[in-house]
């Protein structure tokens, strides 16, 4: 496995609608295994192909070491209820905005054996489900926001000092 470079907010990649994965044949699986080394690395929540310069329908999401979905061709099967979050990205770092996401979600798509599968999930899963699968679209968080002017700037975390 390895940690590959994240693409930034310029990057043109991540403007581009993705396509459908065809065949999960070794060199999806090994794009798969790099974007969770990668997203583990970055300690995100979720990681698009796009985001690693690939310009496919795949997403992983990780939320604990229990919690992880592999996402190839999903598709957001139904949203119910509206929300406010805090989000940021990965591939705008340093800075998160509040925008509007379902409370509830449910997606289809196929497992990295070739399976397909539903998932239906509320709460931070459902926001990271919906971010993944924006990005697979070529949408960032950002564009729900009025203005750049609403971005915040946060700093990294600092390490505790010694005592």
């Not at 590959?4 to 581009?16: A, E």
């Not at 509320?122 to 750049?148: C, F, K, Q, R």
């Not at 002017?149 to 010694?162: C, F, N, S, W």
């Amino acid at each position: 496995m390895a940690v590959l470079p994240i693409r930034l907010l310029n990057d043109p990649v991540l403007r581009q609608k993705t396509k459908r994965v065809k065949t999960i044949d070794s060199s999806i699986q090994k794009l798969i295994d790099d974007m969770l080394e990668t997203n583990r690395a970055a300690s995100g929540a979720g990681l698009a192909a796009p985001q690693v310069g690939v310009s496919l329908r795949i997403a992983v999401i990780q939320l604990s070491e229990d919690e992880k979905y592999v996402l190839i061709n999903p598709k957001v099967m139904r949203r119910t209820g509206i929300r406010t979050v805090t989000e940021g990205c990965l591939s705008i770092p340093g800075y998160v905005g509040d925008i509007q996401r379902s409370e509830k979600v449910s997606v289809r798509a196929t497992d990295r054996n070739g399976k397909e599968y539903r998932i239906k999930s509320d709460g931070l899963l459902a926001e990271a489900l919906e971010h993944e699968i924006d990005h697979l679209n070529g949408v960032l968080y950002i564009d729900y926001l009025d203005s750049l002017d609403e971005l915040r700037k946060v700093e990294p975390p600092q390490p505790a000092e010694l005592l």
